[in-house]
């Protein structure tokens, strides 16, 4: 029994032949190997490297296994899938983020002011600034909301935009001291646009030009007051000299007039000096009569030579006369 017994194994209260168990070993190995192979395939294909490009002034973040793991430089980068992952890119360029507040002054005026703020990534602080925020604008418009809102109130309108540098400059202190320690560096804050409502800048306008107009008639009128009182002065001064004219032809004619007598009396030898001022009056009338007659505009000369009443009457009529058809 045992000479029979020994060839064979004993397997779950059975005997068994080594031929069997070599055939279930094969049996067992050729379906194990398509199933091993097909994971051994599954997993090359998913663990496989991947590339991907960094561009210039970037930088690129990857997890693995949803942890993070590294930073990836500006260029060509390597990573293996699906355990590494690039879940994102910071750029290091200068950004700028356009703020509309709208406030209103100390005067009760509604105004929307704009504040332009340009800010940078820290390089030291990218770890910072991919996973301490969720969205950095949103960030830095509260900041911007809240600064702008507890200043601008205090100010009037007109102070807003003489104050325009202190605001800007409240605003980015406000910003670099909670911002820097997110990763993020605030260059600088621009107030670039201040825009109250349009009825307040007619009414500022109106205002301007009332003032402007109220000068401009102040000094119209000054300079009229200047007119006149140089033209009064002028023509006190021309009165003077004209006066003074007349009083040098006056004194001149009487000289000529004494000058004349005094000769005519030399010559004309008893002759009195009324006869000859007589003379010399009657040359003078002469004269203003040729002088009237021989005038452009004159067309009749009248000289009185009235001998009676008649005479006057006619000379009046032929005078009236003259004066209708002219």
């Known amino acids: 029994e045992r000479r029979y017994r020994a060839p064979f194994q004993e397997r779950e209260g059975k005997f068994e032949s080594p031929v069997s168990s070599l055939t279930s070993n094969a049996t067992r190995l050729y379906l194990t190997f398509p199933v091993t192979f097909l994971l051994f395939l599954i997993i090359s294909i998913m663990c496989f490297p991947f590339c991907f490009t960094i561009s210039t002034a970037e930088v690129g973040i990857i997890e693995r296994w949803g942890k993070y793991h590294r930073q990836a430089p500006p260029g060509f980068g390597i990573a293996v899938c699906p355990m590494d992952q690039v879940v994102g890119r910071l750029s290091f360029r200068v950004q700028q983020l356009d703020v509309r ?4 002054t100390l005067d009760n005026v509604f105004l929307t002011a704009v504040v332009s703020v340009q800010f940078q990534i820290l390089r030291e602080k990218v770890y910072d600034a991919f996973y301490a925020l969720t969205n950095p604008s949103q960030q830095i418009t509260a900041h911007v909301y809240d600064v702008l809102r507890a200043q ?3 100010l009037e309108l007109d102070a807003v935009f003489e104050a325009k540098e202190e605001l800007a400059l409240a605003v980015k202190n406000a910003l670099s001291e909670t911002m820097t320690g997110y990763g993020y560096q605030i260059m600088q804050t621009l107030i670039t646009d201040l825009d109250p409502d349009q009825r307040v800048k007619n009414a500022m306008n109106e205002i301007n030009s009332s003032k402007r107009l109220k000068f401009a008639i102040a000094e119209r009128a000054e300079g009229d007051k200047i007119l006149q009182v140089k033209s009064a002065e002028a023509e006190a001064e021309a ?3 004209s006066g003074v004219g007349v009083a040098k032809q006056r004194k001149a004619i009487v000289d ?16 009195s000096k009324k ?4 003379l010399l009056l009657l040359n003078q009338y002469f004269d203003m009569v040729r002088d009237v007659g021989s005038a452009s505009h004159c067309k009749t000369t009248f000289v009185p030579c009235t001998q009676s009443m008649s005479d006057s009457l006619r000379n009046s009529m032929l005078q009236a006369e003259s004066a209708k058809t002219e």
């Open 239 to 241: 009165k003077y000299l």
């Open 101 to 104: 507040v709208e406030t209103k």
């Open 275 to 278: 006869e000859i001022m007589d």
């Open 152 to 154: 601008l109130p205090t």
């Open 256 to 271: 000529g007039l004494k000058n004349s007598i005094m000769d005519f009396s030399e010559e004309v030898k008893g002759s």
